[in-house]
């Protein structure tokens, strides 16, 4: 039978009908009950099993669906007596395409009181449908489309069609590639090409999230868990990501503990909250990107190899910049159209020297990276035209990232009598690098620590070292 919902779930739909004033019941041909919601089953004090396939009559005393099921004849604000009280009842026949195959019966409260002891149940549910209605409209949404990953090379384009392909399954995929390539756009588009696109898009960063907070934040809390605890609970991102797609971004800085406690959702499709007594069932895409080698944090004992073969079903690189820097023209114009919106400007363009000088440099920073860089270059713009003068002095004076290396170099060369010791020479290597990864992330010493390949709390320790503030 088809009721014009083929977009929803069944779950949705049962879910809606069982949030529906009245008690339904469904009925065929022969008055045999097919469906009965969980509102008549309360009432009537039975289980839906035990009704289903059973004649309508010797379920619902005083009932006449199985008359109106035979006659194609509606029967509207009838009174029917049930267990000592009267109700109202509306009983409809049922055709699919002009052939009566059934009928539909509700039954609503006669007397105000019970009308208003339903309001009072039916009140918290209706705020946690307005709760999901806010979050989906603040953001829980995908924001991008395969036509905004921008890039012609062989070694991208075959990324791409790679994740245009697996955007139809519900198989998890893992994310792989440096800092700044691109990997959250890929999972916003991943998830809306799929059939789970009109369904939220719930994104996570395990590193940002402190480890006593991530459970909660997770997989929520129900009242009295904790001290502090929100009356009346809190849904975790994997709830409000139902029927959806949730994307765990940099899942290779989970901690261990949670990557246990991940593991067993993935095994068994259901969450409990923190403080929760019962777990739920839950229908949800996982997205997971890392940056790190987590083949070898594996071998280091800091990733679970049981969670990696969970999250590892498809495995997607996405490649660096510099390994498909002839996009680049093509990436900085994009990115200078975006900019443009930002900053209520028309027309910028860049100099052909400046593009040469773009695809001169390394980017440790990838996408990112560029995007900065573009950004300095409008903020000191004068005019449309982006020149070498609006670079920024690393890019100006040497095509990669540790150009003021070279630079140490040659200054001692050209002062013998002063060449620096081999610790010396280090020292000022390693706090240029240091000053230059500040510089690229905009001072994010987290995002600073990921490209150099240390821990956030070594780059703070150096920085004290060298006084950088």
Not at 116 to 124: G, R
Not at 195 to 210: T, W
Request: contains cysteine; neutral net charge.
């Amino acid at each position: 039978m088809q009721f014009g919902f083929d977009y929803l779930p069944y779950k949705w739909l049962e879910e809606i009908i069982n949030l529906a004033a009245e008690r339904i019941v469904v009925v065929d041909s022969n008055g045999l009950i097919r469906y009965i919601n969980s509102g008549y089953c309360d009432f009537l004090g039975i289980k839906a099993e035990d009704a289903i396939n059973q004649p309508v009559q010797n379920i619902i005393e005083n009932s006449r669906m199985h008359i109106v099921a035979k006659s194609g004849q509606a029967e509207l604000s009838a009174i029917q007596p049930i267990k000592g009280g009267e109700m109202i009842a509306n009983r409809y026949p049922l055709f699919v395409e002009g052939e009566l195959v059934g009928a539909v019966g509700t039954v609503l409260f006669r007397n105000q009181q019970e009308w208003w002891d339903y309001s009072k149940k039916i009140q918290p549910l209706l705020e946690e449908l307005n709760y999901y209605k806010i979050n989906y409209e603040n953001g829980l949404k995908s924001k991008y489309k395969f036509s905004d990953i921008i890039g012609t090379s062989t070694k991208f384009m075959l990324a791409k069609k790679m994740a245009e392909k697996i955007s139809v399954s519900n198989s998890a995929v893992l994310l792989t590639g440096e800092s700044g390539t691109g990997k959250e756009l890929f999972a916003h588009a991943i998830h809306q090409n799929s059939s789970r696109e009109q369904f939220p898009f719930v994104r996570i960063n395990c590193a940002s999230i402190p480890e006593h907070l991530l459970e909660s934040e997770l997989f929520g809390y129900d009242e009295g868990a904790f001290t502090g605890a929100k009356k009346g609970g809190k849904r975790g991102k994997f709830e409000l990501a139902n029927f959806g797609t949730i994307f765990l971004d940099e899942i290779g800085d989970m901690p261990l503990s949670m990557q246990s406690k991940l593991l067993r959702v993935l095994q068994e499709g259901e969450v409990e909250r923190v403080g929760g007594q019962k777990p739920k069932t839950i229908d949800v895409r996982i997205i997971a990107a890392t940056h790190r080698n987590l083949e070898k944090m594996i071998e280091e004992g800091t990733f679970r190899q049981d969670l990696y073969y969970r999250l590892n079903v498809i495995k997607l690189e996405i490649p660096p910049l510099r390994e498909r820097k002839e996009d680049i023209p093509y990436i900085a114009t994009y990115l200078l159209k975006k900019l443009e919106k930002k900053f209520h400007q028309h027309g910028i363009n860049l100099t052909n020297r400046v593009i040469s000088k773009l695809q001169q440099h390394n980017w440790p920073g990838n996408i990112r990276e560029l995007e900065n860089v573009l950004e300095r270059a409008v903020n000191v713009l004068e005019g449309n035209t982006i020149d070498i003068v609006h670079l920024p002095l690393y890019l100006r004076e040497n095509g990669h990232f540790l150009s003021e290396k070279q630079k140490v170099y040659v200054d001692y060369n050209n002062h013998s009598d002063s060449f620096p010791t081999l610790k010396e020479t280090l020292s000022l290597v390693e706090k240029q690098a240091i000053i230059n990864a500040l510089q690229l992330s905009n001072g994010n010493k987290l995002e600073a620590s990921k490209l150099l390949g240390i821990g956030k709390t070594s780059l703070y320790d150096k920085c004290k070292q060298y006084n950088i503030k």
